[in-house]
């Protein structure tokens, strides 16, 4: 970047975090776009006149309320819930909800901030939104589970829509959560509409969309290696995380014919040589959504693998790479050997799981590296198709939405391939993601004047 761009740039974030006190995560989430949006606006000024980016970067609205619930002893608990609404230019507000101790309004932001760029590199009319609570479903009984979704939602409910905010789920919001929240929006409008995603298959769900996120994340890694004439077949993977994302991920590597070697929880990781085939990928979706346990118990169960407490699985050697649990668990040291031991791509499953200084350095060695708001969009896109099968009142078969996704993701690919492939051929999907998204909803604000 030259000096006047790097001042620009920094002149920016100095407004931005002096607007934005002590919110972290939402700096780096603001600077990592800025840095390639700035350079762009300055060859296309009509965007840098009308302050686009300003306005982005300031959400429309910031809800917080209090969710007060009774524990199964009788203590009354209180939480924090949000809905950050972050720009509705091309469709109504989208994004999961977050229930996780860590919670907090720096967080949300970022990740509204980003799903806006993410809804818009879908190619559907779909705005961007985040919400949650600092609340921890973990060790909770189903009824207090149920008692804070139908608190959380008694507020909720006047900010969201089918036509307004449609919230989906998020780390530590599953199908049992999205259920509770749309029962007790039904209850209280008396209204059947769309206004949630993730929705269970009897009651306006859409197939595909627990596997939409770690599919399509694997299907946007195969895109990339496409362009280099290769594939995911006979790769060896590292994954992250043991939820949603990463064991779907892991299921579709498999399918691929990749072989996985990585899982993981808060408490660590497992590396099982052997791969993680299908039938173990079933067995760790047994452990996580019906026994609740740890992933450290895969290394008790199979043998040949190993359970490192309180480590990241990065300094596994392998190709690829898809980081699914949450944000900066990649740090710029664990980058550094990753690159050391010969890393060819990585898909981010999670958001934002690459510290800046990591993405520096994966982009810096020129590898392939698909940022979260592309590679992880095939969840936002599934439940935008769920949107329009709930306003069609009709649902798609599974093939018939695994061949959207797979169309949705190749999308994704070629519109970052179009803004982001430098004169020697080798693709910056960072910059091809940040500047597609930002284009496609700077435009339709161009529309609408200064609102
Ligand atoms: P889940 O709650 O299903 O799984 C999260 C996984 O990450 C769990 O294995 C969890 O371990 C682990 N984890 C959580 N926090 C930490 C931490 N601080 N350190 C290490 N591991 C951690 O969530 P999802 O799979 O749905 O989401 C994972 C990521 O993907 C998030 O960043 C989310 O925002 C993103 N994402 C999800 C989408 C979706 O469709 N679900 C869509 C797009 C993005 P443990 O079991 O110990 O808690």
């Known amino acids: 970047m030259c000096a006047q761009r790097a001042t620009d740039l920094e002149s920016f974030m100095q407004g931005v975090e002096a607007k934005n006190p002590g919110e972290v995560e939402f700096h780096q989430a603001v600077r990592e776009v800025a840095a390639d949006v700035i350079p762009w606006m300055q060859d296309h000024p009509i965007y840098l006149n009308l302050q686009m980016l300003e306005r982005m970067a300031e959400p429309d609205r910031v809800v917080s309320f209090r969710v007060c619930w009774e524990d199964e002893e009788g203590n009354i608990r209180v939480n924090r819930g949000y809905r950050v609404q972050n720009n509705n230019a091309i469709g109504p507000y989208k994004g999961g909800l977050r229930f996780h101790p860590s919670v907090n309004q720096s967080i949300l932001k970022f990740l509204a ?37 139908q608190s959380f939602m008694t507020e909720l ?52 969309r627990p596997e939409a996120t770690g599919y399509g994340a694997a299907y946007f890694l195969d895109e990339m290696l496409k362009t280099k004439g290769d594939s995911v077949r006979g790769k060896s993977v590292l994954i992250s995380g043991s939820g949603n994302v990463a064991t779907f991920a892991a299921d579709k590597i498999n399918h691929r014919g ?15 040589p052997d791969g993680i085939d299908l039938e173990k990928v079933n067995w760790v979706k047994d452990l996580k959504n019906n026994r609740r346990g740890r992933i450290s118990e895969y290394a008790d169960h199979f043998k040949n693998a190993t359970y490192h407490e309180g480590k990241r699985p990065w300094g596994v050697p392998a190709d690829l790479a898809m980081p699914c649990a949450t944000q900066n668990e990649i740090s710029s040291d664990e980058a550094g050997t990753m690159l050391a031991n010969g890393i060819i791509g990585v898909a981010e499953g999670a958001n934002m799981p690459t510290h800046i200084d990591g993405i520096h350095q994966f982009l810096n060695a020129k590898i392939l590296f698909g940022p979260a708001k592309a590679a992880n969009a095939g969840g936002v896109a599934m439940s935008g198709l769920e949107m329009s099968q709930n306003s069609e009142r009709r649902s798609w078969t599974n093939e018939e939405l695994r061949n959207m996704l797979r169309d949705i993701m190749t999308g994704i690919h070629a519109r970052c391939a179009e803004d982001g492939t430098q004169k020697d051929g080798w693709c910056n999907y960072v910059a091809g993601a940040n500047i597609a998204g930002f284009k496609k909803v700077a435009n339709a604000m161009l529309a609408f004047g200064v609102v």
């Open 113 to 149: 901030f980003e799903q806006t760029f993410k809804n818009s590199l879908t190619g559907l009319p779909i705005g961007g939104g985040k919400g949650g609570a600092d609340f921890n479903p973990k060790g909770k009984t189903n009824r207090e589970v149920m008692r804070f979704c």
């Open 157 to 208: 409910y006047r900010h969201v829509g089918a036509d307004v905010d449609v919230p989906a789920g998020d780390i530590g919001v599953g199908g049992r959560e999205i259920g509770y929240m749309f029962g007790q929006y039904k209850r209280i409008t008396n209204q059947f509409t769309g206004v949630l995603t993730g929705k269970g298959i009897e009651y306006g769900g859409s197939e595909m």
């Open 258 to 272: 990749g072989k996985v070697l990585t899982l993981s929880d808060s408490g660590g990781f497992i590396h099982d």
